[in-house]
């Protein structure tokens, strides 16, 4: 199957309701919801401060590292991790076995918060994407949609003599 | 896994450059960092030892408007190539859509490119994929250097699958055929996804399967 999974417009904004809800009880900056290869699958508030391409890449790396660490304490895996700043944190938690939920915050609010309501939080959200799996959304598109000029161009001329 | 976003109309890919210890990955990366546009990616992060030997992985994300209505971002990743690291490896592997094998075109490191290709094959075996369903693409890098296979060598010991792919003569410290690679690699995973391919899988018309290496432009 070569479909892309799709989340609708109406799977966005029920996921954003269920992250803006947590971020206003949690009192925390932003949330992302990323699949554990580094992709974002959805996110929440403010997002001007950092790139959240990078923070999902970094942090599902940094999730999968702890793996190991975890099975050698008789663990599969840590549930939570976080990460403490002197200001900003960072609070990651499982959703489910590809999904991991990650939870920026500063000064505001405490580590204890913002695990006691992201918990829930990634109970729901595991449900809504069991849901989405069995709905089955797929995306394809024409050959012809594809552009068929160069995706990427470099910006100045290649060198033509290499030293 | 690519996924597909209706309400901010973005779709997501992951390419990983996979290959041998020292074959240019990061210097790969380092290139299309330095050459394109900066409003079309993101910072390039590098998680690497203080030798500058890459320990986790680095990342750089690109986006572009490809698909007709939505932002295509790509996310560029390359993996340690050191033999012991091949659990991260591993990790950096999982949910790809694309890869680029980069292969060190000396004649001493041939042993280690066949090896590296190897244990791609087994560690995406171990994540239930293979390069069967997995668009990529070859590329035989240091062309510059004084003692190097002819790439007809490194297509017979690298390129004779069933599925024979594109390969690119590449200089990756000079940029020569690295954006030739990445626009390869775009292309052949974007039509991987189109409607043609997947409703004649196995002999896809828009499938990409040129025989013919890429060479350097002197």
């Not at chain 1, 949690?26 to 950092?50: C, F, H, P, W």
């Not at chain 2, 996924?3 to 041998?20: L, M």
């Not at chain 2, 003692?147 to 003569?169: G, M, T």
């Not at chain 2, 690699?185 to 996804?193: E, G, R």
Request: charged letters at 20%; a negative charge; proline letters at 4%.
């Amino acid at each position: 199957m070569n479909a892309i999974p799709v989340l609708t417009i109406d799977d966005v904004a029920t996921l954003d309701g269920v992250l803006a809800d947590f971020l206003k009880k949690a009192e925390a900056e932003l949330t992302v919801v990323i699949d554990r290869g580094g992709n974002v699958i959805s996110q929440y508030g403010d997002m001007t401060v950092m790139d959240v391409t990078i923070i999902a890449a970094l942090a599902a790396g940094s999730f999968a590292a702890t793996r190991e660490l975890a099975r050698r304490i008789g663990e599969i895996e840590f549930n939570a991790l976080y990460h403490q700043g002197n200001g900003s944190h960072i609070f990651m938690n499982s959703v489910d076995e590809e999904t991991i939920m990650i939870t920026v915050f500063g000064p505001r609010t405490t580590v204890g918060l913002v695990r006691f309501y992201s918990t829930g939080t990634a109970q729901q959200v595991a449900l809504l994407l069991k849901a989405l799996q069995k709905a089955n959304h797929g995306f394809t598109f024409e050959a012809s949609d594809i552009s068929a000029a160069p995706i990427f161009t470099d910006s100045e001329p290649t060198p033509t003599t290499p030293s | 896994m690519s996924i597909i976003n209706y309400a901010s109309r973005e779709i997501q890919f992951k390419i990983v450059y996979y290959g041998p210890a020292l074959c240019g990955k990061t210097t790969n990366l380092g290139y299309i960092h330095q050459r394109i546009s900066p409003q079309n990616r993101g910072d390039l992060v590098s998680l690497a030892t203080a030798a500058d030997r890459t320990l986790f992985f680095d990342f750089l994300p690109l986006n572009a408007v490809v698909i007709k209505g939505f932002v295509t971002k790509f996310q560029l990743y390359t993996v340690p190539g050191q033999v012991i690291y091949n659990a991260t490896r591993q990790l950096v592997l999982r949910s790809v859509d694309g890869i680029v094998f980069v292969a060190d075109s000396q004649w001493e490191k041939m042993e280690e490119n066949v090896e590296s290709f190897k244990n791609l094959e087994d560690n995406l075996a171990k994540q239930n994929m293979s390069l069967e369903d997995i668009p990529y693409v070859l590329q035989y890098n240091k062309r510059d250097l004084p003692n190097i296979a002819p790439v007809n060598y490194l297509e017979y010991v690298l390129n004779n699958r069933k599925k024979r792919v594109q390969s690119f003569e590449v200089v990756s410290s000079t940029g020569q055929n690295v954006f030739a690679t990445l626009n390869a690699v775009s292309q052949t995973l974007l039509h991987k996804f189109s409607k043609q391919s997947d409703s004649n899988r196995g002999s896809a018309p828009g499938a990409q399967t040129p025989r013919q290496t890429q060479g350097v432009v002197a």
